[in-house]
């Protein structure tokens, strides 16, 4: 055993018992000696379609509880080196999305004047921003890697220019990402010009449509990506729930048909190992949509994923 914490074993304590917390780890209130810190935004304000997300942290946590802390895929053994936490949800204030956005920036800034990475679970995409807005402050421009059904960079939705739909656009604008290392996989679906697929390829973001994703491994792709960012470059990675197929998480706002499988996911992850992250979300699991729980367990099992690929993450 290595000292640092650990998820509660289904062996000790049922796992539909016990804390609440992300696959039941301890709760942390001191961030000092940490190297991951896992949050909630339950946020749903900032959608357009079907609300509901602001259920997700809770419902993601609920389905963890049957992860184990053992990669059987890839031999990542996270808790043997890093020490990871829950640190509970982020007070948003549910009547106002400006104000909450204000709040998730400053709260970013106060989680990231420790060395730690965030790994936060949604929320709607609107809470990316006010994150990225924080990243920026600490690390500089960003490398991307951001899988969704959809580019989110409208200008602007009922006249709002902070939206769900608007997190890239003024990502881009503000200067927090490095545009030609934004990638955005798995898009999809129908749009009210041509524009909305090709505007941000002028920006120099690459795009990878699911389409032609159809039937193919990840890792070529993401071990591509993985050669392309390089090591030293500060990356983020946002990870939509609604990039995969409704078939395997129809518990969304913004569900498309066509999208990416769970094997792909994985997939595309791992390749992201040796790469500078320092941070990540999980966005738009709607419990209200997710009558069987299995897009909260995949979600769950997305961010496992993500923490095994983590900088400093040992392996068996």
Known sequence: MSGKNQPISGNDLARFSGPGSFMRLPYANDL??????????????GTSWRSGTRFGPKQVRAESAMIRPYNMGTGAAPFDSLQ?????DLA????????????IEASYNQILQYDVIPMGIGGDHSITLPILRAMHEKHGPLALVHVDAHADVNDEMFGERETHGTVFRRAYEEGLLIPEKVYQVGLRGSGYTAEDFTEAQGWGFQHFPAHELWHRSLS????????????????????????????????????????????QALELIRELKGLKIVGCDLVEVSPPYDTTGNTALTGANILFELLCVLPGVAYR
């Open 92 to 103: 948003i204030n549910t009547f106002s999305l400006a104000d909450s956005l204000k709040i």
């Open 32 to 45: 000092s000696d940490l190297d991951v810190a896992v949050l909630g935004v339950p946020m749903d304000i």
């Open 220 to 263: 070529t792709l993401g071990g591509e990506i993985r050669r392309d960012i390089g090591a030293d470059t500060p990356i983020y990675v946002s990870y939509d729930i609604d990039s995969l197929d409704p078939a395997y998480a129809p518990g969304t706002g913004t569900p498309e048909i066509g999208g990416l499988t769970t094997p």
């Open 84 to 88: 990871v936490a829950d640190i509970g």
